[in-house]
């Protein structure tokens, strides 16, 4: 349940503090709408009122991509294997270990 909790909070903080759509790829018993439900703006969009409207619509882009993406992750499943692979041949062939 840990682990569960803390992968909707990933997402979160990419969103709210980086402003990035970082792919984790959902667990089987993922619930996007509880994704959805804690996807709220963070307080600091509201520390400037001539800023508001901008990070609202950032942050509102950024939630619908993700979104889309988490209802579509099959398709990246395949490259996410790729990018396995090649980090495992960088790590062990060429004794990469501290590669991330």
Known sequence: MIEDITCY?????????????????????????????????????????????????????LKKILIEKIRNWKRYKPVRGKIEDFFKLCKSGLNLKKLH
């Open 9 to 61: 909070k990933n997402y979160q903080i990419g969103i709210s503090k980086y402003k990035i759509v970082h792919l984790i790829f959902p667990k089987e018993n993922f619930k996007i709408q509880k994704l959805i439900d804690r996807l709220t703006y963070p307080l600091q969009v509201f520390k400037n009122k001539k800023t508001e409207k901008q990070l609202k619509q950032l942050y509102n882009t």
